[in-house]
């Protein structure tokens, strides 16, 4: 039937993304700091300071508890959410503001838990991994989260519109959904330098560091894929979300770009 050709194609590309970060997982850092020549630490680092974290309240705050609720979803390395906490506990002098981590691998969550170890935030409330996928969070309950977060991960979910669902409803109102990812870039000189560093080095280079050339080949591809700033604003749109200004900001030259929308 339709509907078993359409999960079967379903549960091979969740099968192969499964592989691909398996794979990567202890690799992981190494290959992005070559990947994207360090850049990907400053774009987390901007992505963080602009969103605040443990700031004002971004929903009607609670008598009861106090800090923000994040949700970082495809988190598993742990990369945003140790930022957010050093954030609201540096800057914002928040000692509340906690951070679930989700992500569909466990392979990515063990590593992300190893990685905590060597944190302040090990062992504390503030900090928690979950395994669960981005497109049905059954576990979160609506309307329960100040800021959902999302980073170099939505390119890699089967079905885009349905995570930003799910974003949807288990934000407060007034919370924000946050997305960091690779993008288009917009000057046709850059880009072709660009397009040729992607296709021509990075597989290359996933051969020589993690001996794995289909991994890192599918991560180029998946990028190439990936919806235009302005077709991905109107995904947020369409999700229900409203959107602040024209709904996403380039980082370098558009090679990424941070889009946001406020659950109203
Ligand atoms: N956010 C981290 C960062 O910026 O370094 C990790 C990004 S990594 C490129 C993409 C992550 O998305 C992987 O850990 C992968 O397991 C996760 N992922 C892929 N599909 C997912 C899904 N449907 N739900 C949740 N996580 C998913």
């Known amino acids: 039937t339709h509907f078993g050709f359409e999960t079967i194609a379903e549960a091979l ?17 190494t290959m992005n700091d070559l990947m994207s020549l360090g850049i990907h630490r400053l774009w987390k680092d901007y992505f963080v ?13 609670s008598t009861t508890v106090q800090g923000w609720n994040i949700l970082d979803i495809a988190g598993g390395t742990g990369d945003i959410a140790f930022r957010m906490l050093d954030h609201a506990s540096t800057i914002n002098n928040d000692a509340h503001t906690r951070v679930t981590v989700a992500d569909i691998n466990p392979d990515m969550l063990a590593e992300g838990r190893k990685r905590a170890l060597e944190t302040p935030y090990a062992r504390s409330p503030r900090l ?7 497109e049905h969070l059954t576990n979160i309950p609506g309307n329960s989260i100040d ?45 072709a330098v660009y397009k040729r560093w992607s296709f021509g080095a ?37 999700a229900g979300f409203l959107v602040p200004g024209r709904g996403w900001e380039d980082l370098t030259g558009g090679i990424a770009a941070i889009h946001k929308g406020v659950k109203p």
């Open 147 to 191: 800021l959902y977060t999302v980073a170099f991960g939505i390119r890699n979910f089967t079905n885009k519109d349905a995570a930003l669902r799910e974003a949807f409803r288990v934000l407060k109102p007034g919370g924000v959904f946050a997305c960091l990812e690779f993008s288009k870039v917009n000057n046709s000189l850059f880009d």
């Open 128 to 134: 928690s991994f979950v395994e669960a996928n981005a």
């Open 202 to 238: 990075i597989p290359l280079i996933g051969q020589l560091v993690a001996g794995d050339r289909d991994s890192y080949q599918y991560l180029v591809e998946s990028i190439e894929r990936f919806p235009s700033q302005t077709e991905f604003r109107d995904m947020i749109k369409d």
């Open 49 to 61: 300071r602009n969103l605040n974290p443990g700031s004002n309240p971004l929903t009607s705050p």
């Open 13 to 29: 590309k969740e099968q192969k993304v499964g592989a691909v970060f398996s794979s990567v997982a202890s690799s992981y850092d």
